[in-house]
């Protein structure tokens, strides 16, 4: 729980500066930036079932693997929308 907590803050905070660079809406960037990585988890998980009812695999959702795999592919997400 503690990681999550400091995953959307730095994520908010990384992105509140860089909009803070570009004069843009500070809380809005800071707040997409946090909708971003949630974003990447759900598309991750929508992959991931579809996969396993593609290829008939039982894969158990509540795998603790599979949620430290979705950490660096949020991070992805967002990291295409900040350089975006």
């Known amino acids: ?6 995953l959307i803050y730095w994520l ?16 809005l960037f800071a ?5 971003t990585y949630y974003f990447g988890q759900f598309v991750y998980g929508i992959i991931l079932v579809i996969i396993s009812e ?16 979705g950490i660096p592919i949020g991070a992805l997400f967002c990291y295409a929308f900040y350089f975006f």
Do not use: H, P
């Open 1 to 6: 729980m503690f990681l999550g907590l400091f």
């Open 12 to 27: 908010g905070k990384r992105f509140y500066t860089l909009a803070e660079k570009y004069n843009q809406n500070k809380w």
């Open 31 to 35: 707040i997409l930036g946090v909708i």
């Open 54 to 69: 593609f290829f008939y695999l039982d894969i158990d959702i509540d795998n603790v693997v599979y949620s430290l795999i």
